[in-house]
């Protein structure tokens, strides 16, 4: 069983920048990054393989950045230029194999969320 723990959310004001991390308990072909807000299903943000190969949706393309440490089996997301509408929890999730995509099924693992907001 995998384990993985986010890091890292928080509270900043538009425009501002925020990176969240996810330490996995090892390493794992295929990482992404999530984001749920209350009321509406989780979204796929960005994901990235082993060779990292990244992903992103439209959203937050040329603002966001998906990165890995696989010497400390850690995952990152920078977020800049943060919008109100970034506002949400954001979880980390990985699965072993397949193709990585953002489909939300496709993944076998999760960790518990970390809450980032922005204000307007």
């Known amino acids: 069983q995998v384990q993985l723990v986010e890091s890292g959310g928080g509270s900043v004001e538009e425009g501002g920048s925020l990176r969240i991390s996810c330490s996995a308990s090892e390493d794992i072909y295929c990482m992404a990054w999530f984001r749920q807000v209350p009321g509406t299903e989780r979204e796929g943000v960005a994901y990235?393989?082993?060779?990292?190969?990244?992903s992103f949706i439209n959203s937050v393309k040329g603002r966001f950045t998906i990165s890995r440490d696989k010497a400390k089996n850690t995952l990152y997301l920078q977020m800049n230029s943060l919008k109100p509408e970034d506002t949400a929890m954001y979880y980390c999730?990985?699965?072993?194999?397949?193709?990585?995509?953002?489909?939300?099924?496709?993944?076998?693992?999760w960790g518990q969320g970390t809450q980032v907001t922005v204000s307007s």
């Open positions: 999730a990985a699965r072993p194999g397949g193709m990585c995509n953002l489909a939300r099924n496709s993944f076998k693992y």
């Open positions: 990235i393989t082993a060779g990292d190969s990244t």
